[in-house]
Nanobody
Framework: QVQLVESGGGLVQAGGSLRLSCAAS????????MGWFRQAPGKEREFVAAISWSGDSTNYADSVKGRFTISRDNAKNTVYLQMNSLKPEDTAVYYCATQMRVGLPRTGYDYWGQGTQVTVSS
């Protein structure tokens, strides 16, 4: 079992920045990859970014490339999502997830956090 807890969401104006954190506990040493996803009202959940547990591989959705950066601190079992130049269309609940076996960056995640709300005002 792996437990994931997100934090750092909030309300920010367009053009602003936020940093989300995802603290992991449990059998996190078995994790292959960590990812961030988001779900806006009335829309399906979508992939945002992912990072391998070794940190040598990252992936981003085209909509956030160049604005968001995923990173991790293995000593703290924490993954971060730095979000810059935020836009109103970034408004969503952001979820952290972990992939426990080798797979593609955008699918096949096994454990999910409860989510944190990000609201970007225009």
């Amino acid at each position: 079992q792996v437990q994931l807890v997100e934090s750092g969401g909030g309300l920010v104006q367009a053009g602003g920045s936020l940093r989300l954190s995802c603290a992991a506990s449990g059998r996190i040493f078995s994790s292959y990859r960590m990812g961030w996803f988001r779900q806006a009202p009335g829309k399906e959940r979508e992939f945002v970014a992912a990072i391998s547990w070794s940190g040598d591989s990252t992936n981003y959705a085209d909509s956030v490339k160049g604005r968001f950066t995923i990173s991790r601190d293995n000593a703290k079992n924490t993954v971060y999502l730095q979000m810059n130049s935020l836009k109103p269309e970034d408004t969503a609940v952001y979820y952290c997830a972990t992939q426990m076996r080798v797979g593609l960056p955008r699918t096949g995640y096994d454990y999910w956090g409860q989510g944190t709300q990000v609201t970007v005002s225009s």
